[in-house]
C-alpha cells in the first residue's frame, strides 16, 4: 500500500477512548479435538502442555466403574493430576532385608506393613498406620514418613516437590503384592524370574512332580530345586525333560505410592465401616460392628437424603 | 555449468527447495535443472516459494494430529476488548484509491507502567500469533541445577553408567560423536547403529524405545522420557562418545527443519545450521550439507557435509556481534540468539542482494568469469578464474574493476592488490602479437560484508588497423552476506552470561549460566483489530488497556 498520498477523508468525533481489562476468549484448536475422543473438554484458561498431559492421562489411567478409574475420571475432570507423592523401601540388614516376606497395603483408613506375609493366612505386621482421621497418627504426609521410618522394616521418603502437609488419607489404594503366572524355568541352570522379594509359601511349579523337594543349599538331586526369594533367583537340578514353569507371587520394592486430591470410599469396604461403626468385642475377643458411630449416622443420614430407597426391596 | 555469478550449487540458499525439486522433473541437459539463474527457475520460484509455504503448513497440520509432534504453541486463546458501539474508525484512501482504516492506537498496562503497543504486522492472526517476534523478555524465576541425562561419556564406558533422571519430563536428544562404522554385516543380517532407552514416559507407560542413529549428530526420541532407568546401544563404535539430554544446550548443529538441500542430480539430503565464532570479526551462522546423496543411504556412505554459505550476525545498528548460546524455535524460522547481555531475534536465510543494481554484461562478451562459489564469508579470499570464449581473439589488454560494498571503486592487480581509480590499471597481454592468451586467477580479499560487482575489461586492437579496436565487459557478482536481528531485546542480571540455550518439549524456553539452567518468559505485546465488530485483539493478558481512535 502505498502512503506517500495518504487523504483523510472523514474523521470521527466520538467516542475517541475506550478502557477496560480485556477478557480471554479460548479458542478450540486440535488439543481440544483430541480431548473430546476421550471425553475430555479444556478446563478455563489451561493451556495446550497441560491439556494434553490430561489427554495423555486419559489414554494411560482410563475411566471406568471400579475404585481406580473412578478416581481417575473423577480427578481428570477436575484437572487434578497423580503424583508420586512417597516412596516405600525395605530397611536392610547388610544386604538382606529384615523383612522375611514383606508386604505393604495401602487401605481406606491405614496402611498395614507386614514383615512376614503368607498367603495361607499367617501374617505378622510390623506396623499398622492409621491415616483416616485429623486425629490420627499418619495424617498428615510428613508423620506418616516418620511413623514408617521409625518401623522395624519398611522405610519411607517424600518425592521431591511434594508438599509434606498433605493428607495421606488421599494416597491411592493399592497394595505391594502381585502375581505372577508362568515364569519359565531351565532346567539345570540357574533361572533369574521376573521379580525379586518372592512371597514366601506363594511358589508353584508347573510339573511339581519333577521339581519336588525345595532345598536350602544347592540342589544335589533330580527333583531339587532351590529359591533366592529375595532377589528372584531358582536354581533346579538337571532334568531331561526340559522347561518348566512356576508360579508366585511377588513384592515390588521400593513401593511408589501416587497421590490423587480426590478421594473416594466404598460403603462396603470393611476397612470404611470400621471407621462409621462403634466395633464391640465379643467376649470370644472378636470385634464386630454394632450401631453405626456418629459420622456414620451423618453419612447415612446424607445418602437416605439423597437417594431413593424403597425399604422391602 | 559455470555462471556469471559463480557455479552452482552454492548459490542457491534463497531459492525455494521446492524449486530445484520441480526442476528435477526436466530432462538432465536442461539449463532449467541445471541452473538456479535459469530463466525457468527465475519464473517458477516465487510459486515455489508459495508452494513451500503451503507444504510447511501441511507437514505442521500433519503433526497437529498426533498429540506427540502437536505443536504445543498452537492459538488456544487470546484476550479481546470490544469497544463501543458508536465507535467510528478513521479511514483513508490511498494514491490508488483503496479505502482503508486507521489503525487506533492501543495502550495497555504492564507492570502497572502503560506502553503503547504494536499492531500485529499484518493485522491478521498469523502475524498476531504464528509469526510473531517476542517484544518482552523476563526471567520467569525457576531455576534448577542442571544434569544430563547421560554426560559425554564413551561408549564404551556406558554400560558402567546410571542414568540421571530427566529435570523434567521431555523428548530426549541424543547426540553421538566419533561413530565410524554404519553398517555392520553378518551371513544374513545387516545391522545399524541404535541406542535404546529404557525407562517411564510422560504418560506413565514403561517402554523401551531404539532410536537409529545414521550419522554423528543429534537425534530425539518419539516419547517423552519422565524417568530413564537404563541406556544402551548396539552396532555403535566403543571409542564413539554419546550425550543423553533433555534440554540439550550441547548441541551445534541444528536440522533445518523448514528445508532440505535438493541437487540437480535428484537426491535430497538435511540441512543444518549451526553458530560459528571461528572469525575474528564476531558470530556467523554456518549453514552446510551432507555431500552424499539421500538421506536414508547417509549412514553407509558417510556424513561429511560440504559448505553452502555462512551469514554474518549483526545488531540493530549493524555493528558485528559474539553470541553465545542460540537456538531455533521449533514451527518457525525464528533464531534465537543470546550475547553476553541481549537476546537477539533473527530469520534465518541469506538476504537477497539488489541484482537490480548488478549491471549486465557486454552483449558480446568473449569472456565468461567462473569462481567456486559466489557466497563468502568476510575475510575470505575469492578466486575468479577467467574462460576466453572466443580464442581466435586474443586481448590485447586487460583491466580488472572492483566495486564494493561501500560504493569505492578500486582497479585490481592481477595479485589482488587494490589500486585508485586515477592509475592507469590496464594490463598488457604479452603474448597478444604471438596470438597467445594465458587465462587469469585473480585472488581477492573480500574484506565488507555486502555485494562486491568485479568487472573485467577486455581491449581488443586489430594488429593491422590500429583504429579498429573493442573493449568488451564481463562481470561477477560476489557476496558477503550479513543479516540483522528482527528485534533485540536486554536481558536482566539473572539472565546474563548464558552459554546454551534451548526450547523444552513444552515450548519453554530456557538457558543454562554454568550448571544453573533458568527459564525465561517471552511475551508478545502486539494487538490485532477487527474493524467490522470493533474489537481489539491481544495476545498477553493486561489489567487495563486503553483504546484511542
Redesign the interface.
Known sequence: MSTTSLKILFKANVPTETKGKPTRKDIPNSFDSAGHLVTLTRLPEESNVDFRNRIFDAAVHPPGPTYQRCLNAIARDFGYMRDKAIQISLKLSGDTPIATSPRVDILANKIIMYSDWRPDGTAIIDTEIRTYKIDDAGYLLTDLVDLINSSTCFSASIYSGIRTNMFSSALLQQSSIFTINDDGIEPGKLTNLATGNIIRGSLSLSNSDVFSTETISAPTAVGEYQVDYVNGKIYTYLVSDGHSYCSYKSSIFPLEVDYLPVMIYSLQDDNFQYELFNIETLESSEEVKALPNAEGSEIYHQLFKETQFFWGE | MTTTLGTWPQDRYYLSYITQRMMNRAPDWTHARKWPFSVSQQLFNPLCLEIEETVSGLIEERN??H?SS?N??????????D??D???????????G?M?YTPPVVYADISDTEYQLTIAENNDIKSLWYDAIPSRVEDASVSYTYQEVIPYTLISALSSLTPNTPVFPGHLSITLSGNSTWRTETSDMVYYPKVYIVGTT????FKTEAIPLSYNGTFKTVSQWETVSSVFVSYVDDDAHITIDVLPFSVKEHVDKKSVYVSRDDYETYRFISLSNDRSFGSTLYVDHFTTGNMEIVREFGDTKDPECEIELLDTDENNVNINAMCIKENTKQIFCFTSNKLLVYNYGIPVPDFQSFPEDDIFTKFDLTSDRWIYARDETAVIRTKNLDVLNTPNKIRWTLKKPSGTEYYVGQNGSLWSTSTDAWIYNVGHEGSIWIENNLNLLLDETGTYTLTFEVFYSNLYDQKDTETLKSRMMLYVPSITPEIELDLSTNLQDADGVVFNS??ELWISVGDTIRKIDLFYDYYLVDYENKT?W?RE?????????
Open positions: 497437529n494430529m498429540l502437536a504445543i504453541d498452537l492459538l488456544g486463546h487470546l484476550f479481546s476488548l469497544l463501543q458508536e465507535v467510528d474508525f478513521s479511514y483513508s484512501e490511498t494514491s490508488d483503496t482503508s510422560r504418560k506413565g507407560t513444552d515450548g481489539v491481544f493478558e493486561y489489567e487495563s488497556a486503553r483504546v484511542t481512535i
